[in-house]
């Protein structure tokens, strides 16, 4: 377990904790603190879930998915606490404290749960489309570094057509065009030794072999 989650918990356990005894102070052990106790109990575990998940996650994507789940889990445990302070003062029948607490329980669990549900949703998706761009973002930075790594005019002009060939194809990739992109990621080496030989009949061999299996796969 890594030292922020052992810090979030053991942060929500000394503020629970706290919370209990000022619950009791002003409630006594009668049948409403009790009822406020499990409740808050059920709060502090969505809490707790909430900021699980939270911190499993990299940092750019804690904020984009995770964090409007986290946060719901964490604004239900400041509600309930303060309904159960209140409930302790109060006194009310154990029916209606009852119907209130499930009606909050119910509003936030579910609230949370449709958040994290969305939000990993989300972030499965973008990863996904994410590893099918991967390879042809992969070739077109070869291309373009063979391209920066060309310092004769001549050479650079025509490795900026294959990189900008390259760079302006199709860039999600499906398991037909595998084979397309292997050829290219070939060829390339192929542009990078012909380049630095100054071969032009293995450069234009390269280059054609790269124009075919973009079409290929296209």
């Not at 972030?123 to 291309?143: C, F, H, I, P, T």
Request: proline fraction near 2%.
């Amino acid at each position: 377990m890594s030292s922020k989650k052992i810090v979030a918990i053991a942060g929500s356990v000394i503020a629970a904790g706290c919370y209990f005894i000022v619950l009791f102070l002003i409630g006594g052990l009668t049948g409403a603190s009790l009822i406020s106790s499990v409740f808050t109990l059920a709060a502090l575990g969505l809490c707790i879930g909430g900021a699980y998940v939270y911190l499993e996650e990299p940092v750019v994507e804690q904020y984009f998915y995770i964090f409007p789940g986290a946060y719901i889990g964490m604004l239900y445990l400041a509600v309930q606490m303060v309904v159960s302070l209140v409930i302790a003062g109060l006194h009310p029948a154990i029916v209606a404290q009852l119907i209130v607490e499930f009606v909050i329980l119910g509003i936030f669990g579910s609230l949370q749960c449709y958040a994290l549900y969305a939000g990993l949703r989300a972030r499965d998706l973008k990863r996904r489309q994410q590893e099918k761009v991967s390879s042809m973002r992969a070739l077109s930075a070869k291309a373009t570094a063979i391209c920066k790594n060309t310092s004769d005019y001549k050479w650079k002009k025509q490795v900026q057509k294959v990189a900008d060939a390259i760079r302006y194809a199709d860039p999600v990739s499906r398991g037909d065009t595998r084979q397309a992109e292997q050829q290219i990621d070939e060829a390339l080496e192929q542009i990078r030794i012909a380049v630095r030989t100054e071969n032009q009949k293995e450069f234009d061999e390269a280059a054609e072999q790269i124009h075919r299996s973009l079409e290929a796969r296209g």
